[in-house]
């Protein structure tokens, strides 16, 4: 029974990246990158960290005067701070990201459009490995549509699964 259901469930999956991936709009880039680089005035999006050990929390830094963001959630998974200098929306980024238990460092990546100007940055907490196996637990994609930046952020689906099960690797049932 729950071996068809996983199936099932695997085949959604892959229905649903299918059509993400057709879906319009202009997907963005992340590409790894230093501090230096966070210049200017941004829109501070704090997304997740809605309990203690929340694994779905990233913290997006939106080059204001750019495409807004846009979130595709419920508006009490995220709030917005607007006005800040780069250091200082990097700083509180970086404490914000520090949410759960398990958190290690953050990485952060600048997200690029196609024509390879800079809209934003994304900072993203890394876990201890041997938590769940992978130290990235977020599948998140940014695309570009009806003049806003769509912001799509996930856990992994094997992360999904497992806190799901309970934390169980057992395939017998």
């Known amino acids: ?30 590409m790894q990158t230093g501090e230096s680089a966070v210049t200017g005035s941004y829109t501070l999006i704090l997304y997740g960290c809605t309990h203690y050990d929340d694994f779905e929390t990233v913290a997006i830094l939106a080059k204001e005067g750019a495409y807004p963001f846009e979130p595709y959630a419920p508006d009490f998974k995220y709030r917005v701070v607007k006005g800040l200098e780069g250091k200082e929306a990097l700083e509180e980024a970086q404490k914000f990201v520090h949410c759960h238990s398990a958190f290690r460092t953050s990485q952060l990546s600048r997200l690029v459009d196609e024509k390879g100007e800079t809209l934003g940055f994304e900072v993203r907490p890394l876990y201890m490995p041997f938590v769940y196996g992978v130290d990235d637990v977020l599948d998140d994609y940014y695309r570009i549509k009806d003049g806003k930046v769509i912001v799509t952020i996930r856990l992994k689906p094997s992360i999904e699964r497992m806190l799901s099960d309970g934390g169980s690797h057992d395939k017998d049932d």
Not at 10 to 26: E, H, K, R, T
């Open 1 to 30: 029974m729950r071996t068809r259901y996983t199936k099932q469930l695997v085949v959604m999956a892959f229905i649903a990246l299918l059509l993400s991936s057709c879906a319009p709009g202009n997907r963005l880039t992340m």
